[in-house]
């Protein structure tokens, strides 16, 4: 089983519907948790940190779920410029230096 | 501006050949990460080093070496013994603790000839 998990997609959206997906990991003792978005090619752009339950940023909404052990993404509103691979990235314990551990990321395209 | 800056953009390895890859940054980051990425595969970690002077084996780090000589810099050399160089190399970098979000340079992509 991978550490962390993600659907990858695609999840085609039309534009200004609403999209959500999830990510799940594995390791019960994470304490922080991210959201990347990353276009094609191009380097990964933090979208969201995630140290709570959850938090908002506009149209994106990030949860977390402890008891279950999954995060999610969730996009209102969609743009066409949201078209990205969205990846989730997780903090395998807070003594672990360096130990983050990527998803292969959520194709999210967005079509007119 | 501050940031991570990374060069070359693109990079071409013969066989037998060691090639190293710059990583730069200017945003006062204690941490500094190399990354390798793979069509269709998340971000997998080569070397990460805390401060200057030392560095840690990540979790695919035979092939490659580093070295941290500078708080700024980070190169990453991969060495004639890694015989699958071709992905996306990217470099990042964060302040203390694995807690606080990485950022990360524009990538070089390295190619067999």
């Known amino acids: 089983r991978k550490e962390v998990e993600q659907d990858p997609g695609p999840f085609n959206v039309p534009e200004g519907a609403t999209v959500a997906f999830n990510c799940t990991y594995s390791n019960s003792a994470s304490q922080s948790f991210f959201w990347y978005r990353q276009d094609c090619r191009k380097e990964p752009k933090l979208l969201m940190s995630v140290y709570s339950s959850g938090n908002e940023d506009g149209r994106f909404t990030a949860q977390l779920n402890r008891a279950s052990q999954y995060i999610s993404l969730l996009i209102r509103d969609s743009k066409l410029s949201d078209s990205a691979t969205y990846l989730c990235?997780?903090?395998?314990?807070?003594?672990?230096?360096?130990?983050?551990?990527f998803g292969a990321g959520t194709q999210v395209v967005v079509t007119p | 501006d501050g940031g991570i800056t990374q060069s070359p953009k693109y990079l071409f390895r013969k066989e037998g050949q060691n090639v190293t890859l710059s990583c730069e940054q200017n945003l006062n980051h204690d941490a500094m990460y190399w990354y390798r990425q793979d069509p269709g595969q998340g971000l997998r970690l080569i070397y990460y080093s805390q401060i200057v002077n030392d560095f840690q084996k990540g979790d695919i780090a035979e092939g490659y070496s580093v070295s941290r000589e500078k708080k700024e810099s980070f190169p990453l050399t991969v060495t004639s013994a890694q015989k699958n160089p071709t992905a996306f190399y990217l470099c990042a970098s964060n302040r203390h603790g694995s807690n606080q979000p990485q950022h990360f340079g524009d990538g070089t992509r390295l190619s067999i000839l």
């Open positions: 990235v997780v903090n395998f314990g807070t003594d672990s230096w360096g130990k983050l551990q």
